[in-house]
């Protein structure tokens, strides 16, 4: 995976992971562009994950 673009500049998937990468950031970037945290995973794609494990 690139860790820089063609410019020199961080990709987007590096610089959100620096963001999130204390607690208090993590929080401030969910609710800041409106992420939800789903703690259980639907029916469907718990079994389709048990299925492949």
Do not use: C, F, Y
Request: aromatic share 2%; proline share 6%; glycine share 6%.
């Amino acid at each position: 995976m690139a860790k820089r673009d063609r410019a020199g500049h961080k990709t987007l998937a590096d610089a959100v992971r620096e963001l999130i990468g204390t607690e208090d950031n993590r929080r401030h970037v969910q609710r800041m562009i409106g992420l939800k945290v789903e703690p259980e995973l639907p029916p469907t794609l718990a079994s389709l994950l048990e299925a492949i494990w």
